[in-house]
């Protein structure tokens, strides 16, 4: 596996995400916890995954968000890679498309 560590879907809570390492990795916006429901995937380079979603939740920019679940990477490579495979794979509404 591309990822080293991964999270259960977690509510779109500030407590849970308090929880996130600070490490790089893979993050999914979600309305529910089913695959058709992923609104959004990003990433976030060195030390920034918390921060990346908190981000997220402090702005508020991705509407209908109730969980998210997160993937730690080795690399911020892997993360890019990751990212761009599940965004090809799921298409969230809210990641642009090219």
């Known amino acids: 596996m591309i990822f080293t560590n991964k999270s259960e879907i977690l509510t779109w809570t500030k407590e849970n995400i308090d929880s996130v390492p600070n490490t790089r990795g893979v993050y999914i916006l979600r309305k529910n916890t089913t695959i058709e429901s992923i609104l959004y995937i990003g990433m976030a380079g060195e030390k920034r995954l918390k921060e990346r979603i908190l981000e997220h939740f402090n702005s508020k920019d991705v509407p209908e968000v109730n969980f998210f679940d997160w993937y730690e990477t080795k690399t911020e490579s892997d993360a ?9 794979k799921y298409v969230p509404i809210y990641n642009k498309q090219d």
């Open 80 to 88: 890019r890679i990751l990212e761009n495979f599940w965004i090809d």
